[in-house]
C-alpha cells in the first residue's frame, strides 16, 4: 500500500560548531500516497540528503519525518525497510555481486515478509515467481537466475535493483539518480520501466534527477532544491503545463550562479 | 615416504582443526575482516576441556561448555568493537591478550596433560570397538567435522544465512531489505568463536593435553587453509567453494606439516614454513588472476548517528 511522506521542520547538519554544513534547512514538504514526485537541484542542493532522510540513513538533527501515520524521524533503515524501498544511483549498490539473481531478489523479498531463521532463501516455487517477474522486463534476465548479480552490465543490475525494489509494493519507492550511471538508451530503458511500475501500482515515489529532460517528462509534480531549501514545487495545471525548455529557464532564475552545464545537459 | 601415512596424519590431526578454521573462514570471508579472539577462544576450549576433564567429568559435555564460553568470549569482541567504535581487528587483539590470562586461570598452569582421563575418543573406540586409535580418530573427528559442515551449510543457505552471506559484501543493500549488518557481524562473530572453542576442546580431548598456547598460530593457519582450499576448489558456491574449500585446505596444510615432519624438520621452524605457505598462496592466487573482495567500511554497518537502538 502506498502512504504519504511528510517533513516537518527537518534539518540536517554535519560537522563541529566551528564550521556547521547545513544540508537540509528546515523542510517542510507533503507528499501525497501515489502522488509521484521529481526533485532537481544542483549538486550540494540537499537531493540526496532528502531522500536519504526519508529512507532513515540520515537521521536529521531537527523536525519530524511521517510515512503514512507513523512516526519515523528516529528509526534507522533498516527498520523502515518495511515501508521504504530505494533504488540507488551506484549500481553496484542495489545488488549483492556474489549472490545469484535469485537469491539477491529472495533477499529482498525480506523487505515485505521478514526474516524466518529456518526458511531456505530459494525454493522452486520462489524462482518460479522470480522468473515470471523478471520476463516482464523482456531482456531475457530470467534465464540467468542462477548467475551472479556481479556477472550483469550495470544497466541490467539497475533493472534487477528496480523490480526488487518495486517486490511487495513499498509503501514509498525512492530513486535517486538511479539512471545517471547508465549509458543513453540503457537509462531510458529503466526510466521508461521505473514510470510505468510506478503508474500501473499507483506508487508513491520520490525520484531525484539531474536530467531536466527527465524531470520534465515524468512524475506529477516538480520540487527544484538549493542550498538545502526547497524554492519551487511545481503542481496541477502549472506541472501539466511544464516543458523541458520552461523548467530549465525557471531553474536558472532560481538557482542562478549556481548552475552548471552539467545539471543542465545530459 | 609413506605417503598414506601422511595422509592418514593429516586426517587424524587435521579433522578438529578444520572446525576452527571453518570459524576463522566465517569472519574473514563472509565478513570481510579478521577477527583475532580466535587465538584465544581455541586455546579457551582446550583449557576448559583439561580442567573439566582433570574433575572427571563427561568430556561429551566439555565439547558444549567448550563452545558455549568461546562464543560468549566472542560477543566480549563485538561489544568492545560497537561500544568503543573500534575496528574489529584492533578489538579483538585487546581481547585476545586479555583472555590469555582467564586461560591460564581456567587450566591454573601452562599446560597440563590428561592421560588417565576419559574423552570422548576413548569412549568411541570403546564403544565401536574399533582398536587402531589412529582409525578411531579419524572417524570420531571426521563424523563431528561432517556435522558442523552439514549444519553451517545448511544454515547458510537459508534467509539468515544469505542475509549473512550478502551483509559482508554490500551493507547498504542489506540495511535497505531491513536486515541490521551489525547483528549479522554479531552472530558471525559468536559463531566463529564458538567453532573454534569447540575444535580447540577436541584438539586438548584428541592429544590428551592442554597449554595456554596451543591456539596462538589459529588465525594465521586458519587463513592459510582458506587460501589454500580456495586454490584447489574456485567458484562462487558458498558450500562447495567456501565451506568444503576449507577443509580440503586443512586437510591439504596438515598433508604438508606431517611431510615436513617426517622430512625430520626441526618443528621450531613451522611458523616460517606457514608464513611462506601463506604468502606462497597468496602469489598463486595473484598469478592466477583470482580477485581479492569487495570490502566495505566498518561504517556501514553502523546504526546512522541519532537513530534509536
Known sequence: MSSSVALHGVTVSYGTRAERVTALDDIDVSIEAGEYVTVIGSNGAGKSTLVNVIAGAVIPSAGQVRIGSADVTRLPDNRRAGRV????????????????????????????????????????????????????LGCGLEDRLKRPAGLLSGGQRQLVSLVMATMGDPAV?????????????MAELV???????????????????????????????????????????ISGRERTALTEDRLIARFRDLAGGEITDRIIGV | MNYIGVLLDALETGMPFAIAYLGVWMVFRLQDDFD?????????????????????????????????????????TFAAMRLLGLSLVLASIVVNVGLFSVNLAILGAPQANFFSAGTIFASWSRATGIHDTQYANILLGGGITAIVVAILSFFLLTETGAALRASGMNPRMVRSV????????????????????????????????????????????????????????????????????????????????????????????????????????????????????????????????????
Not at chain 1, 173 to 185: I, K, N, Q
Not at chain 2, 56 to 62: D, K, Q, Y
Not at chain 2, 185 to 197: M, S, W
Not at chain 2, 278 to 307: C, E, N
Open chain 2, 36 to 76: 583475532l579472539t580466535v587465538g584465544s577462544t581455541f586455546t579457551m576450549g582446550a583449557c576448559l576441556t583439561g580442567t573439566w576433564l582433570l574433575h572427571g567429568h563427561n568430556p561429551w559435555a566439555a565439547l558444549v561448555i567448550s563452545a558455549v564460553v568461546a562464543g560468549a568470549a566472542g560477543a566480549i
Open chain 2, 178 to 309: 531491513g536486515v541490521s549488518p551489525a547483528v549479522m557481524l554479531f552472530i558471525t562473530i559468536v559463531a566463529g568463536n564458538a567453532l573454534c572453542g569447540l575444535a580447540g576442546s577436541l584438539v586438548a580431548q584428541q592429544q590428551r593435553f592442554s597449554d595456554v598456547n596451543m591456539g596462538i598460530d589459529t588465525i594465521i593457519v586458519g587463513v592459510t587453509a582458506v587460501l589454500l582450499g580456495e586454490l584447489v576448489l574456485r567458484g562462487r558456491s558458498v558450500v562447495l567453494h567456501g565451506v568444503i574449500a576449507v577443509v580440503i585446505g586443512t586437510i591439504l596444510y596438515r598433508c604438508l606439516i606431517s611431510y615436513v615432519l617426517r622430512l625430520g624438520v626441526n618443528p621450531n621452524y613451522f611458523n616460517a614454513i606457514t608464513a611462506v605457505v601463506v604468502f606462497s598462496a597468496v602469489f598463486v592466487r595473484k598469478s592466477a588472476g583470482v580477485r581479492w573482495r569487495f570490502r566495505p567500511s566498518i561504517a556501514s554497518r553502523l546504526l546512522p548517528k541519532g537513530a534509536v537502538k
Open chain 1, 85 to 136: 524501498s530505494r533504488v540507488f544511483q551506484d549500481v553496484t549498490a542495489g545488488t549483492c555481486a556474489d549472490l545469484t539473481i535469485a537469491e539477491n531478489m529472495a533477499l529482498a523479498s525480506l523487505r515485505e515478509r521478514g526474516r524466518s531463521p529456518f526458511r531456505r532463501i530459494l525454493s522452486r516455487r520462489r524462482t518460479a515467481e522470480f522468473h515470471s517477474e523478471l520476463r516482464h
Open chain 1, 173 to 185: 519507492l525512492l530513486l535517486d539518480e538511479h539512471t545517471s550511471a547508465l549509458d543513453p538508451s
Open chain 1, 191 to 233: 526510466m521508461n520501466r521505473t514510470d510505468t511500475v510506478v503508474r500501473e501500482r499507483g506508487l508513491t515515489a520520490v525520484m531525484v534527477t539531474h536530467n531536466m529532460r527527465h524531470a520534465a517528462l515524468y512524475g506529477d509534480r516538480v520540487l527544484i532544491m538549493t542550498q538545502g531549501r526547497i524554492v519551487d514545487d
